[in-house]
Nanobody
Framework: QVQLVESGGGLVQPGGSLRLSCAASGSIFRINTMGWYRQAPGKERELVADIRNSGSNIIYADSVKGRFTISRDNAKNTAYLQMNSLQAEDTAVYYC??????????????WGQGTQVTVSS
């Protein structure tokens, strides 16, 4: 079994900051790409940012470039999303996704349960 648990969401005023964490646990051989997605009410889920195992090849959505930073700590099987200069348009449920290989198995994608981020005054 593999679990992804997100934390760090909450209510913040416009211009504020939040840091999301995504911790993977369970029977893990290797974690490949880790990413953050978000889904606002009435909208499709969209990629926010993702990062390869080496920490290279980082991709950001245009809407968050220069404001959000994705990182990971492979020793802790954890990814982070530092969100600065938050805007009302960033309000959404944020999900963590990871491509994980279990011992003697090929990789599969796993999702966390989501964490709510609300930007409002």
């Amino acid at each position: 079994q593999v679990q992804l648990v997100e934390s760090g969401g909450g209510l913040v005023q416009p211009g504020g900051s939040l840091r999301l964490s995504c911790a993977a646990s369970g029977s893990i051989f290797r974690i490949n790409t880790m990413g953050w997605y978000r889904q606002a009410p009435g909208k499709e889920r969209e990629l926010v940012a993702d990062i390869r195992n080496s920490g290279s090849n980082i991709i950001y959505a245009d809407s968050v470039k220069g404001r959000f930073t994705i990182s990971r700590d492979n020793a802790k099987n954890t990814a982070y999303l530092q969100m600065n200069s938050l805007q009302a348009e960033d309000t959404a449920v944020y999900y963590c996704k990871a491509s994980i290989a279990r011992p003697f198995s090929s990789s599969n994608d796993y999702w966390g349960q989501g964490t709510q981020v609300t930007v409002s005054s």
